[in-house]
């Protein structure tokens, strides 16, 4: 009895991310966030680092190292390199005890494939895991948000995570409907990228994209925005983009002043967090990058209007799958969702406006998750937690039909 209870001690829930993968152990929460992304060597293939290290080296690396993000679109892309990091996240988190084997709930897109499927459990198993479940990321996502699930009422959950976005209507503990479409954060990343690219022929990075994005990127030019609840954190830009303030009334409006989405007013007091604020994001930023005509570093100041038209393609997809899984769900459960609203979770719903575009296009209040990144990992932390009372959530076999691809 006395082992049992050690082993289950050190059960684990991973999100294992495009971007990120989160981490949560039984009994202590939310214990690592890193970046899913691997450092190997080109002339042994020993792995230099993993997650924060090696996310850091991105664009970076000389000819002998590359720096590999295993997951593409919620999926594993490279079975060994993405085994390698389950295994240095699991053992960073269990220790490196022969006995600590943990029970293991990975969460995987709802429209995975089954070779997939077994892919990551595999991947897990060999990482060393002693059982593996799986999870469907927006059931894990509305239970992160608190959604009553398990109650006869339809929920909505909008999950715009790395790789995919996961739109599900979840009533009675399981998925009425869903649909997984390739088109979310990297997609908004790469979009950004071409931009600059066809407009101005200027190359930039990865990380310089998603910075553009998280500075002022947005999904509407008009209406409230949201401000951000107790559970978001305001995103700095880094060294490769400069944020230039927008000007309202002749003042600057600055990201480290009070009364600029930080949810502070003019006098520095909190915000109430249920108020949106009508203050615009900054309206341009600079950023560097290389010229593709004279190939030498060039500097370059975008507008949020140019950004905004780059992510109207990933936005209106998004929009669209939305759409089309409403237009499938059950009438009764669609006058639920009317009347509780869609709820926003992962790492997109933090993207300015996009609240209140999908409010406006399809006229159902949609709310941001408290803590939109770590909905799906506390979602399955949940399941690790109580694991008899939701075992009906895991293993659920996938809906091939439920998947769109990109485009």
Known sequence: MAQNKTFTGRDVGIDL?????????????????????????????????VGSEAKETMGRTPSNIVAVRPLRDGVIADFEIAERMLRHFIKKVTGSRRL???????????????????????????????????????????????????DPTGCMVVDVGG????????????????????????????????????????????????????????????????????GSSVRRPERNVEVVSAARGGEGLSLDKPGNGDGLDGSGEAADPEQTQTLLPPDRCTIRGRDLVTGLPKVLELTADEVRHALAEPVDSIVAAVRSTLDETP?????????????????????????????????IPVLVADHPLDCVAL???????????????????????????RG
Request: hydrophobic content about 45%; charged content about 20%; glycine content about 12%.
């Open 17 to 49: 991310g495009t971007a990120n993968t989160l981490v949560y152990v039984r009994g202590r929460g939310i214990v690592l966030n890193e970046p899913s992304v691997v450092a190997v060597s080109t002339t042994d293939g020993s792995v230099l680092a």
């Open 331 to 363: 009438p009764e459960l669609a006058g639920d969702i009317m009347d509780r609203g869609i709820v926003l979770t992962g790492g997109g719903a933090l993207l300015r406006g996009l609240d209140v575009r999908l409010s406006r296009e399809l006229d």
């Open 163 to 230: 790789g995919t976005t996961e739109v599900a209507v979840v009533s009675l503990g399981g998925i009425v409907t869903a649909r997984s479409v390739r088109m979310a954060g990297d997609a908004m990343d790469a979009a950004i990228s071409t931009h600059v690219k066809k407009r101005y022929a200027l190359a930039i990075g990865e990380r310089t994209a998603e910075e553009i994005k998280v500075s002022i990127g947005s999904a509407t030019a008009v209406g409230a925005w949201s401000a951000p609840g107790s």
């Open 100 to 150: 600590s084997r943990p029970r293991v709930v990975v969460c995987v897109p709802s429209g995975i494939t089954g070779v997939e499927r077994r892919a990551v459990m595999e991947a897990a198993s060999q990482a060393g895991a002693r059982q593996v479940h799986l999870i469907e990321e927006p059931m894990a996502a509305a239970i992160g948000a608190g959604l009553p699930v398990s």
């Open 379 to 405: 979602g399955t932390g949940r399941c690790v937690e109580d694991f008899a009372s939701l075992r009906t959530v895991l293993d659920a076999r996938p809906r091939g039909l439920a998947a769109t691809a």
